[in-house]
């Protein structure tokens, strides 16, 4: 039955929506409440799930789609807007080439997403608003993790309905990779683990779909996690008077 309860109990928080920080898992308005954008303290999406699942379109001929660049800088220039695909663009020989970005709610009510820009060569990409205003990234980073073409990530926060220019090349061969990842729609809940035994504590998680801190596992009930020795993998020892095992009984 316990192990019933923590499945159910685990499931329903992976689903609930949450900040990028420590929240309160007594129930889900708190949960809802501190939902935000662009996450406070993420610096890096490179060894994450989400940079895992774009991989994934990456390597998927299914899930490609060809483009063919504008040559210039221009709001008419082709559109990259299904979720879940890998675009190969071809840009203009030698020269830089555009497309066009809108971004859309994935949270209701949602004004502004994060979204991360895969590309599959290090190019130089810009994102520029309707108007050509340049927007700055919140992160801009060569990718160490991928296990595939993709090779730099850009992450900006983004104004939902909004349309915008992405700029990228010249490149070599005139085709780029490109995919969009909303990290609302990749993010994964990580555990306080202060003794380091691989299991955190309940309180005290974060859901992102970014990097998480230092000393943070994927798995919790830890029901002291001050000591290593004390952990849902450890043998019950009976008769020391203490829950070895964290399954709610001491022997």
Request: some cysteine; hydrophobic content about 35%.
């Amino acid at each position: 039955m316990k192990m019933t309860k923590r499945s159910v109990v685990s499931a329903f928080f992976g689903l609930a929506l949450a900040a990028c920080g420590p929240v309160d898992e007594s129930g889900t308005e708190a949960l809802v409440q501190q939902e935000q954008e662009l996450p406070a303290g993420c610096t890096s999406v490179d060894a994450t799930n989400m940079t895992s699942h774009a991989c994934l379109h990456a390597a998927n001929a299914g899930d490609n789609i060809n483009v063919a660049a504008s040559a210039t800088r221009t709001t008419s220039a082709p559109g990259v807007n299904t979720a879940h695909k890998h675009y190969t663009v071809t840009l203009p020989a030698g020269a830089e080439g555009s497309v066009t970005y809108v971004p859309t709610a994935y949270s209701t009510g949602s004004t502004s997403e994060p979204i991360t820009f895969y590309l599959a060569q290090s190019v130089s990409f810009t994102v520029l608003t309707s108007g050509g205003a340049t927007v700055t990234p919140g992160i801009n980073e060569v990718l160490t993790a991928s296990t595939c073409s993709l090779v730099k990530a850009v992450t900006y926060d983004l104004s939902v309905g909004a349309t915008y220019i992405l700029a990228m090349g010249p490149a070599s061969g005139n085709q780029v990779g490109l995919i969009a990842e909303y990290l609302n729609d990749n993010r994964v809940r990580w555990y306080p683990d202060a003794d380091s035994d691989t299991h955190g504590a309940n309180a005290g998680s974060i859901l992102t779909a970014c990097e998480p801190p230092a000393n943070y596992v994927s798995r919790r009930w830890d029901c002291n996690d001050s000591n290593a020795s004390i952990n849902p993998d450890a043998a019950e020892i009976c008769g020391n008077g203490v829950d070895d095992n964290c399954d709610g009984v001491t022997c």
